[in-house]
């Protein structure tokens, strides 16, 4: 007779793996991808290491899934920004500012997930997740230029650009050796505005 999960243990199973993503997520957002060590990770979410080995072969792929969720949620925090915001020329200064915001105010976990050194496997999700970064851009750009507030341009050239803009100039701000930001609002407004002068936009708030 072939074995058969039943119900509870299919439950038990995904409420393992719930925990343990969860667990690892707040260890990185403390420490980054170093404080999230299997052990650490395991005591976290309250189960064995060779239950987080059943779940996640490596801990490559418990990183990745980890980044896979953020970069989902962050996504979806971008697009209810855009869609609050008619205007292109508004919504993407509001959508580069939430981000920037967002990073500044968890510092730990951007950088794990923007630079902090990592598995080859990790980078290649960090490489996904800029593209889907920036189809979400090019939506709004696209928009823009069909209303005529940006000028005509490559759309995908200009949306990676945007987001390797605003990632390449948190690095500092927040990596390890980081120092405390007197004005994080003027460092927004500086990426923004950077942001959309590169697009050609100009004259509006």
């Known amino acids: 007779m072939a074995y058969r999960r039943t119900r509870l243990m299919e439950e038990r199973l995904a409420s393992n793996r719930e925990r343990i993503v969860r667990a690892?997520?707040?260890?990185?957002?403390?420490?980054?991808?170093?404080?999230?060590?299997?052990?650490?990770?395991?005591?976290?979410?309250?189960?064995?290491?060779?239950?987080?080995?059943?779940?996640?072969?490596?801990?490559?792929?418990?990183?990745?899934?980890?980044?896979?969720?953020?970069?989902?949620?962050?996504?979806?925090?971008?697009?209810?920004?855009?869609?609050?915001q008619p205007?292109?020329?508004?919504?993407?200064?509001?959508?580069?500012?939430?981000?920037?915001?967002?990073?500044?105010?968890?510092?730990?976990?951007?950088?794990?997930?923007?630079?902090?050194?990592?598995?080859p496997e990790v980078d290649a999700e960090r490489i996904r997740a800029r593209k889907l970064l920036g189809d979400v851009f090019k939506a709004v750009l696209k928009q823009g230029v069909n209303q005529g507030v940006f000028p005509r341009q490559n759309l995908d050239a200009s949306a990676a650009c945007i987001v390797g803009a605003y990632t390449e100039a948190l690095v500092g701000p927040i990596g390890p050796s980081r120092k405390t930001l007197r004005d994080k609002e003027r460092l927004v407004d500086a990426i923004c505005q950077f942001c959309l002068r590169a697009v050609g936009a100009t004259g509006r708030g």
Do not use: C
């Not at 990185?28 to 299997?38: K, L, V, Y």
């Not at 996504?75 to 869609?83: F, G, K, P, R, T």
């Not at 580069?96 to 050194?117: D, H, T």
């Open 87 to 119: 205007d292109p020329h508004k919504a993407l200064h509001a959508a580069v500012a939430s981000f920037v915001r967002r990073a500044l105010a968890g510092p730990n976990l951007a950088w794990a997930f923007i630079a902090e050194p990592a598995e």
């Open 24 to 84: 690892t997520r707040r260890l990185i957002s403390e420490g980054g991808f170093r404080h999230a060590q299997i052990a650490a990770v395991a005591s976290e979410a309250g189960v064995s290491t060779g239950t987080i080995y059943r779940h996640f072969p490596s801990k490559a792929e418990l990183f990745v899934e980890v980044l896979t969720a953020a970069v989902e949620h962050e996504i979806a925090i971008l697009q209810a920004v855009i869609e609050a």
